[in-house]
């Protein structure tokens, strides 16, 4: 009798503790466009932008869970519209923000990118720029990371108790953009109407997972979206926006209030595109008749799902949903480059030596001997790359630096305890890409070393890490 008293009244205490606990919630937007002309990141030649078409923007989520006076754990996430987080911006962002914020640990605060290739390069040295005329990359990112700091701390004092939901729907966005051929190889858009294609390379995962955030009084504050694909289908020209994300966020605060705060979080989709790889004469045909672009398509497609996910979410929400957030450096092997490879690497990079308008293609390929001797030297160590995993109520959230080839995230997925599993890619640092093993043997661009620094080794330690850290937040005690 009295074991079972002490055993009911352990059970009421822990029923007490979880329900003391309560989520909040703070969410802001700011605009990170330049208000000169700057070089686009995202492709070998220089661009420098002559039009803003969108704005690009920075949206921040904070989240904080409290058991009464006492702080438990807290995120704070912020969606870019960048190409990457190169190295340095993440930083920056801390450094400006800690001292705002000093009750808050910055290592828990992490930035990442929707990889619209019409946004402004952030590194130094990447292309020969004009002397005058052009905002300068090291001035951009000052500009740029003074405003995201800005919109953390924004974000997190406005923070405020309020409700989460979750669902998952589906939206056909993500095409893998590898084609393959009847000699084995593989090619990044590649074509497709010619008698040697034999098909796409790989899965495409067109689950829409979608957070949703509300105040007490039910009003919508913020939401993510989960979209295993980059925000590419307008990449090239000279015109700065945010690609898809733009109309996006347009449908949604249209429908739902406009000062909704909208994350665009760019899933494992490091193989993967918008842009249609065949049928494509049917769909502009279907856009004609709808009085689409190819933009508004796109985001009409997530914005249904969208709505679709809400319906259900809304039905189950939740204000004390278990928030803990765990943030780990781990080391991942380096993709090694062989004698073939390094040999083809220098004579390239002989080739742009001397030309300053092809700075990206000599550092691209001379990227590859600095690798090799460092390699060679025994210098070389490992790749250290900072990973969070949080779980908020039944959902998983992870994150990794690489344009991650889809079927990594969809293990993940499929290994992980939780109801949803939200993977992020490009957030914290620039990792390149990270290709599967059937991708190496194709070749081609983001399969090939240059394009790799981490390869299918590491990708698989990258699994089995993200996943033993997601096991370990539904295994620890409440």
Same mark, same amino acid.
């Given at each position: 009798?009295?074991?079972?008293?002490?055993?009911?009244?352990?059970?009421a205490?822990?029923?007490?503790?979880?329900?003391?606990s309560?989520?909040?919630?703070?969410?802001a937007?700011?605009s990170?466009?330049?208000?000169?002309?700057?070089?686009?990141?995202?492709?070998?030649?220089?661009?420098?932008?002559?039009?803003?078409?969108?704005p690009v923007?920075?949206?921040?989520?904070?989240?904080?869970?409290?058991?009464? /006076?006492?702080?438990?754990?807290? %995120? =704070?996430? $912020?969606? &870019?519209?960048?190409v990457?987080?190169r190295? #340095?911006?993440?930083?920056?962002?801390?450094?400006?923000?800690?001292?705002?914020?000093?009750?808050?640990?910055?290592n828990?605060?992490?930035?990442?990118?929707?990889?619209?290739?019409?946004?402004?390069?952030?590194?130094?040295?990447?292309?020969?720029?004009?002397?005058?005329?052009?905002?300068?990359?090291?001035?951009?990112?000052?500009?740029?990371?003074?405003?995201?700091?800005?919109?953390?701390?924004?974000?997190?004092?406005k923070?405020?108790?309020?409700?989460?939901?979750?669902?998952?729907?589906?939206?056909?966005?993500?095409?893998?953009?590898?084609?393959?051929?009847?000699?084995?190889?593989?090619?990044m858009?590649?074509?497709?109407n010619?008698?040697?294609?034999?098909?796409i390379?790989?899965?495409?995962?067109?689950?829409?997972?979608?957070?949703?955030?509300?105040?007490?009084? /039910?009003?919508?504050?913020?939401? %993510? =979206?989960? $979209?295993? &694909?980059?925000?590419?289908?307008?990449?090239? #020209?000279?015109?700065?926006?945010?690609?898809?994300?733009?109309?996006?966020?347009?449908m949604?605060?249209?429908?739902?209030?406009?000062?909704?705060?909208?994350?665009?979080?760019?899933?494992?989709?490091?193989?993967?595109?918008?842009?249609?790889?065949?049928?494509?004469?049917?769909?502009?045909?279907?856009?004609?008749?709808?009085?689409?672009?190819?933009?508004?398509?796109?985001?009409?497609?997530?914005?249904?799902?969208?709505?679709?996910?809400?319906?259900?979410?809304?039905?189950?929400?939740?204000?004390?949903?278990?928030?803990?957030?765990?943030?780990?450096?781990?080391?991942?092997?380096?993709?090694?480059?062989?004698?073939?490879?390094?040999?083809?690497a220098?004579?390239?990079?002989?080739?742009?030596?001397?030309?300053?308008?092809?700075?990206?293609?000599?550092?691209?390929?001379?990227?590859v001997?600095?690798?090799?001797?460092?390699?060679?030297?025994?210098?070389?160590?490992?790749?250290?790359?900072?990973?969070?995993?949080?779980?908020?109520?039944?959902?998983?959230?992870?994150?990794?630096?690489?344009?991650?080839?889809?079927?990594?995230?969809?293990?993940?997925?499929?290994?992980?305890?939780?109801?949803?599993?939200?993977?992020?890619?490009?957030?914290?640092?620039?990792?390149?890409?990270?290709?599967?093993?059937?991708?190496?043997?194709?070749?081609?661009?983001s399969?090939?070393?240059?394009?790799?620094?981490?390869?299918?080794?590491?990708?698989?330690?990258?699994?089995?890490?993200?996943?033993?850290m997601?096991?370990?937040?539904?295994?620890?005690?409440?």
């Open positions: 009798m009295k074991t079972n008293i002490a055993f009911l009244l352990a059970i205490l822990a029923t007490a503790s979880a329900s003391a309560e989520l909040r919630i703070g969410a937007t700011t990170i466009t330049p208000d000169k002309p700057v070089a686009l990141d995202g492709h070998r030649a220089m661009r420098i932008s002559n039009k803003i078409e969108s923007t920075a949206t921040a989520l904070a989240l904080e869970s409290r058991d009464g /006076d006492k702080a438990l754990d807290a %995120a =704070i996430i $912020v969606s &870019c519209d960048i990457a987080i190295q #340095g911006i993440m930083e920056k962002v801390r450094e400006k923000v800690k001292p705002r914020l000093p009750g808050f640990d910055v828990k605060l992490f930035l990442c990118a929707t990889h619209t290739h019409n946004a402004p390069v952030t590194l130094e040295g990447r292309y020969t720029l004009p002397a005058s005329g052009v905002m300068k990359p090291a001035e951009y990112t000052e500009f740029m990371t003074t405003r995201v700091a800005e919109a953390v701390v924004e974000s997190w004092q923070r405020k108790i309020g409700k989460v939901g979750w669902a998952q729907s589906q939206a056909v966005v993500a095409q893998n953009r590898r084609a393959t051929y009847a000699d084995g190889t593989a090619k858009y590649g074509a497709t010619t008698a040697n294609f034999r098909g390379e790989g899965y495409e995962d067109h689950n829409l997972d979608v957070l949703f955030f509300w105040d007490q009084q /039910d009003h919508l504050v913020a939401t %993510a =979206i989960n $979209v295993p &694909c980059p925000s590419q289908e307008a990449e090239g #020209g000279l015109l700065l926006h945010a690609d898809f994300w733009h109309p996006v966020r347009q949604l605060r249209e429908r739902h209030g406009k000062n909704l705060c909208v994350l665009g979080w760019a899933g494992a989709g490091g193989d993967q595109t918008s842009r249609l790889m065949y049928g494509k004469a049917a769909d502009e045909r279907m856009r004609k008749l709808r009085g689409l672009t190819r933009l508004e398509e796109v985001a009409r497609r997530i914005a249904n799902g969208w709505e679709d996910a809400y319906e259900c979410a809304h039905k189950d929400t939740c204000s004390n949903a278990v928030l803990r957030h765990c943030v780990k450096e781990i080391e991942l092997p380096h993709r090694k480059v062989t004698e073939a490879e390094v040999a083809e220098r004579k390239e990079a002989a080739k742009f030596a001397k030309d300053p308008a092809q700075r990206w293609n000599y550092r691209w390929h001379q990227g001997v600095e690798r090799y001797e460092s390699q060679h030297a025994s210098t070389e160590g490992t790749y250290k790359m900072e990973l969070h995993v949080l779980r908020l109520g039944d959902v998983a959230i992870a994150t990794n630096e690489f344009e991650l080839f889809t079927d990594y995230g969809v293990q993940m997925k499929a290994r992980s305890p939780a109801v949803q599993t939200f993977v992020i890619q490009l957030a914290t640092n620039s990792g390149g890409y990270l290709p599967t093993e059937r991708a190496v043997r194709g070749g081609g661009y399969a090939v070393i240059q394009s790799s620094r981490v390869g299918p080794e590491g990708g698989q330690v990258l699994v089995d890490r993200t996943v033993k997601i096991n370990e937040l539904w295994t620890a005690p409440r």
